[in-house]
């Protein structure tokens, strides 16, 4: 057993390779048999903990203040000086795991995914990889940069963004002109950057023999269950099934808020012309109350998220020079998860805690698994963690349950919620349709004029209604403003597969809360110890994207969405 690593990652930081080395030299000549195996185990989980725990927590400080510009080149050395030496030295342990013949109990899956990886694995690949982080990080400082003069003060588009919720229609639209004019200034250096990121991703596929990046991505992200071919499947069956809906939903916009035509700043208003809904002051109120909130779903849930408040693994709050965006992220030395958003005193915002803790659920549940292979999550299922939590907390949101609102209002956010799923489920088709565009066509891609004229052809499929007439510029250039496409390549068809997953387990909880709560906590317990369809199917739904599944769903979602507008009337 290694004796001699630090306990914590912040005395690791100051660690050099040729400190690491020697451990990574260890496990790699270590004999194994079932005897050892154990202890290699073990001791391969302490070392890559650490590893992890320190990358981390230095790219979560670039994204807290992608100002700084002492954290960026902390971050870039830890990337160049450890991590680009350390990438062939623990494939080197991958592969002396996988040449010994030796399969410990219970390893069935990350010894498939590990040699699917190792097959792709390149040397020359890893500073390429490093040059593409470096871009992403790029990306982030370019978004997270972008603020603009609102009635006499510099905001961020984000705060900004709660302007569109104002009923008064004309200064919803000068809102949003301002955010798109502040977004289109930076046209030219997304393009550039984008531009070195296809150029890196390409070559990171042409270095692994594999027929292009999508195919690269597909084994890289243990894509077992599924095609790109069922993909395009999906999008068909989101065509046939949900686009109608939708159409259905802004329609009936359009007609509430009376207007002849439905404009991009007139999505976010509510349609019967009340306030917005301003469900907390501040985030220690947002973060209380979901506490609250998650001590109802389930006493572990709720113990859970009382350890993280305790604990400051949380940045709620929106601010200059914060990375775009939400996410959960986890400290493997510490077995806890770190949830980061952008929060103001919106109505989304309350959604938004909701679904990332649901993703930090899964990191305390999974901790159950004895190896670190064991703990993690195919990332459709990941998702339907998340977005099961939005749903799960439903019945506990109003105030005398101890949440945000009065009951009256209840039926207004639920309102919200379900058509925004239903809503997504097209935008999500057009995230992803693109980027099977892009890597089909990456000489055509490599010029921003051809993406954004594919972006456009497949907003017009999938998105109905409204308006961009005089806004082109704005419609065309979405793809700049999807932060998967720069900096997570083809992750966005799993948000699709688990809502979808999300669903069955809102349907479940619709009959029994209890049980519903049970499978889905069973279901993160797994962690990545069994195939993906098994782990939706502990959860209680059924993994599957084809018409079966998707038209059930979206009937299940407009049933409830006609129960509560017959109680918001």
Partial sequence: MFNRLPDNATEFLTWTWQQIKPFCDDLASRPLDSD????????????????????????????????????????????????????????????HLLESGVEPEGFEMPLRKMRVRSELYRD????????????????????????????????TLVKLGAVLEDTDRAKRERAWRAMSERQLADRAAINENWAKLLDLRLEVARNAATAGFREYCWGMKCRFD?????????????????????????????????VETLRPWDLAVDPAGRSPLRPFSDSEQLASTCEAIFHKVDPR???????????????????????????????PVLGVPFVFMNATDREGDVRTLLHESGHAF????????????????????????????????????????????????????????????????????????FQHWVYENPGAAHDPANCDAAWSSLWDRFMPVTDYAGFE?????????????????????????????????????????????????????????????????????????????????????????????????
């Fill in 36 to 95: 050892t195996v154990d202890g290699f185990l073990q001791d391969w989980d302490a070392l890559t903990n650490l590893m992890d725990e320190a990358g981390t927590r230095l790219n979560l400080a670039t994204s807290q203040n992608t100002a700084d510009d002492t954290a960026r080149e902390r971050y870039s050395r830890y990337l160049e000086e450890v991590l680009e030496p350390a990438e062939p030295a623990l494939q080197a342990v991958i592969d």
């Fill in 124 to 155: 020359e690949n890893v500073p390429i990889d490093t040059q593409i982080t470096k871009l992403e990080m790029e990306y982030d400082k370019i978004i997270g940069g972008q603020t603009v003069e609102w009635e006499g003060q510099e905001t």
């Fill in 226 to 258: 599924y095609t790109p071919a069922d993909c395009l499947s999906f999008h068909e069956a989101i065509q046939t099934h949900v686009v109608p809906a939708a159409r259905r939903i802004l329609e009936r916009r359009a007609e509430r808020l009376g």
């Fill in 301 to 331: 849930v709720g113990s859970y998220f009382s350890q993280m408040r305790r604990e400051e693994l949380l940045d709620l709050p929106n601010r200059k020079g914060k990375a775009p965006g939400a996410f959960c992220t986890g400290f």
């Fill in 473 to 569: 510029a704005v419609k065309e250039t979405g793809w700049h403003r999807k932060l998967h496409i720069h900096c997570a390549p083809f992750y966005y068809v799993e948000y699709g597969l688990a809502q979808l997953g999300a669903t069955r387990v809102y349907g479940n909880a619709l009959e029994d809360q209890a049980q519903a709560v049970s499978g889905y906590l069973a279901a993160l317990a797994l962690g990545d110890s069994v195939p993906l369809p098994k782990l939706f199917e502990t959860a209680g739904a059924t993994f599957g994207f084809g018409p079966d599944t998707v038209a059930p769903a979206v009937a299940l979602l407009e049933a409830k969405l006609d129960e509560y507008a017959a109680a918001d009337r």
């Fill in 362 to 433: 899964h990191v305390f549940e999974a901790q159950k698994q004895p190896y670190r292979a064991l703990r993690g999550s195919p990332m459709e299922f990941a998702e339907v963690a998340s977005m099961s939590m939005e749903l799960l907390a439903a019945p506990y949101l109003t105030k005398d349950q101890g949440g945000f609102y009065e009951p009256a209002e209840l039926a207004r956010t639920m309102i919200g919620q379900i058509e925004g799923m239903i809503l997504f489920w097209p935008y999500m088709a057009v995230v992803d349709a």
